[in-house]
């Protein structure tokens, strides 16, 4: 069984801030790893993810993420935050090899200040 | 479709009444995923399809959820006798191919969901 953590339920933040978005996960066997965002009423939106390959993946909207396997942790983060990046943020695993099941942590309101 | 479609968006039921949410998935998706989503926690797996073949249900929380995908188009959810403890977002999604190996991490397009309040 898998089960995803996310460390911080909200984030605030002011705009050209730096942030980063806390995720660790636990398994027994090997998965993939996805972050979503969900804007104010719109549907999950895949931001980036990790199959294979390097462990710093690059997303849309300047996102980025770093897979660390023994750490179990696939942190996201971006250098300098805008208002429109207030949004939900869900971390999410799958299993290698399964039918793409998804696992989503509890999710971090990022709310972006002026 | 552009992209995955729900209905309705919205729903008030009285309790004890039965409601269907449909989904229709992005056009030539084989796999099909329905979630709920309580308020302030992440989507829940409820079942998935590979065409029409309901391949996981483990995740209904009991036997007055269904859902089903005759055609291996489009599905329907359907909450029998709703309880308020049943009201939350329903999500949907879609990806081509969600069985192993090669549609093992194909990306899955969510749909805006069906709110659901049992009142």
């Known amino acids: 069984a898998q089960s995803v953590t996310q460390l911080d339920s909200q984030v605030p933040v002011f705009e050209e801030a730096p942030v980063e978005l806390r995720c660790n996960y636990s398994s027994s066997v090997s998965v993939y790893l996805f972050w979503y965002v969900q804007y104010p009423n719109q549907g999950l939106q895949l931001l980036l993810k990790?199959?294979?390959?390097?462990?710093l993946v690059k997303g849309i909207n300047g996102f980025e993420a770093e897979f660390n396997k023994s750490q179990t942790s696939f942190h996201l983060r971006k250098p300098s935050v805008h208002i429109s990046d207030t949004a939900e943020y869900f971390c999410?695993?799958?299993?290698?090899?399964?039918?793409?099941?998804?696992?989503f942590g509890a999710g971090t309101r990022l709310a972006v200040h002026p | 479709g552009a992209g995955v479609s729900q209905s309705p968006r919205y729903k008030v039921t009285k309790r004890g009444q039965d409601v269907a949410l449909r989904c229709d998935p992005i056009s030539g998706h084989v796999s099909l995923y329905w979630y709920r989503q309580a308020l302030g926690q992440g989507p829940e797996f409820l079942t998935y399809f590979n065409y029409e073949a309901q391949q996981d249900k483990s995740g209904l929380p009991n036997d007055r959820f269904s859902a089903e995908r005759p055609e291996g188009s489009i599905s329907t959810l359907t909450i029998q006798r709703t309880e308020q403890r049943d009201s939350a977002m329903y999500r949907c999604?879609?990806?081509?191919?969600?069985?192993?190996?090669?549609?093992?991490?194909?990306?899955?397009?969510f749909g805006e969901g069906s709110w659901l309040t049992v009142v």
């Open positions: 990790y199959l294979s390959g390097s462990t």
């Open positions: 999410a695993v799958s299993d290698i090899g399964g039918y793409n099941k998804l696992i």
């Open positions: 999604a879609s990806s081509l191919t969600g069985t192993g190996g090669a549609g093992s991490g194909n990306t899955i397009y």
